[in-house]
C-alpha cells in the first residue's frame, strides 16, 4: 500500500536526483589519477559517453526508489539501501567527470528518471521474487553495458576509465545481491524489452 508521507520523501528524492549534486562517501574512483591530453573530438565523445552512464544512474536511483515506495520484506529493504547508496555515488562520480569533460548532463532527464521509477514501483507491486529478478538483470545488463563502454571510451582517459571500472564492480555486485536474495529468472522476453528499452535510452542520451 502506498504511503502518502513516503510518497512525499520520495518525491523530495527525485527532485534531489534530477537538481541538485549527489555525494559520495567513498573517494572518486580516479581521484588520484591524473588527467591526459584528450583532443576536442575524443573529449566530446568521453563526454557523451559518461552522460550516458550518469542517466544509467539517474534511472538507478528512481529504480531503488520505485522499489521503496512499495511494500516488501524489510530484511530486504535494507539490504537493497546499501547498493542504493552507491549508486548516489555513481551519481556524483558520472556528473562531476562530465563537467570536467566540459560536457552536459541529459536534457532527459526527467523522463528517464519518470520512467524507471513507474517500472520500479511495477516491479515492486509483483513480489519480492519478481521485484528482485528485475533488479539483478537490470544490474546485469548495466553491467554489459560498462563493460562495452570501457572498450569505446579513449585509451588515454584514465579518469573515465576508473570510474566507469568501479561501477561496473559494484553493479556486478548489485546483481550478485538481488539473485542471492531471492530474485527469479525474467522470461527471455521481457530481458529483450529491457535491452530494447535501454538501447534507446543510451542513444538519446548521447546526443541530448
Ligand atoms: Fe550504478
Ligand atoms: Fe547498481
Known sequence: MLNPDRLI????KGLRTLFSQAHSVRPHPDANVPDAPLNDAEKKHAAALMRVNHSGEVCAQALYQGQAL?????AVQQKLQQAAQEETEH?????????????HLSLLNPFWYTGSLVFGAVA?????KWNLGFLAETERQVGEH??????????????????????HRDEISHAVMASSLGGAELPQ?????MKLNAK?????????
Open 124 to 128: 515492486g507491486l509483483l513480489g519480492d
Open 70 to 74: 512499495t511494500a516488501r520484506d524489510p
Open 91 to 103: 551519481l556524483a562520480w558520472t556528473a562531476k567527470r562530465v563537467h570536467e569533460l566540459g560536457g
Open 9 to 12: 520523501v520520495e518525491f523530495d
Open 146 to 167: 560498462l563493460q562495452s563502454h570501457l572498450d569505446r571510451l579513449p585509451p588515454q582517459d584514465e579518469k573515465s576509465r576508473a570510474i566507469v571500472a568501479q561501477m
Open 200 to 208: 534507446v535510452m543510451t542513444t538519446l542520451a548521447y546526443r541530448a
Open 189 to 193: 522476453t521481457v530481458q529483450s524489452a
